[in-house]
């Protein structure tokens, strides 16, 4: 499977934005999908996950809980990532792969990782 994030850009603090995930090349359905971000200098951060089919089961970062919703959409073959009252420090490139293994939340348990795309928040 192959992914592409898109709906990054450039926005004051305290604003929105919608991040996507779209998938092509495999059964999207049977993945689980998380969304990482990575800051300059910085290792990769788990930021969210939501499981395969229905996509009931989600975990979140505690630094986004309350404020970042993760979704997904199997008939589009794309996972959302809804970000709200964001923050200069959510500047950051974002990131979904597939979780390849057991751990949710770390960096080398996933693969298929997509291209990113660049959220900039401003003060």
């Known amino acids: 499977v192959q992914l592409v994030e898109s709906g990054g850009g450039l926005v004051q603090a305290g604003g929105s934005l919608r991040l996507s995930c779209s998938a092509s090349g495999g059964i999207f359905s049977d993945y689980n999908i998380g969304w990482f971000s990575r800051t300059p200098g910085k290792e990769l951060e788990f930021v969210a996950v939501?499981?395969?089919?229905?996509?009931?089961?989600?975990f979140y970062a505690h630094s986004v809980k309350g404020r970042f919703i993760i979704s997904r959409d199997n008939a589009k073959n794309s996972v959302y990532l809804q970000m709200d009252s964001l923050e200069p420090e959510d500047t950051a490139v974002y990131y979904c792969a597939t979780l390849e293994g057991d751990s949710w939340n770390e960096e080398h348990q996933y693969g298929n990782w997509g291209p990113g795309t660049q959220v900039t928040v401003s003060s």
């Open positions: 939501i499981s395969e089919k229905s996509g009931s089961t989600t």
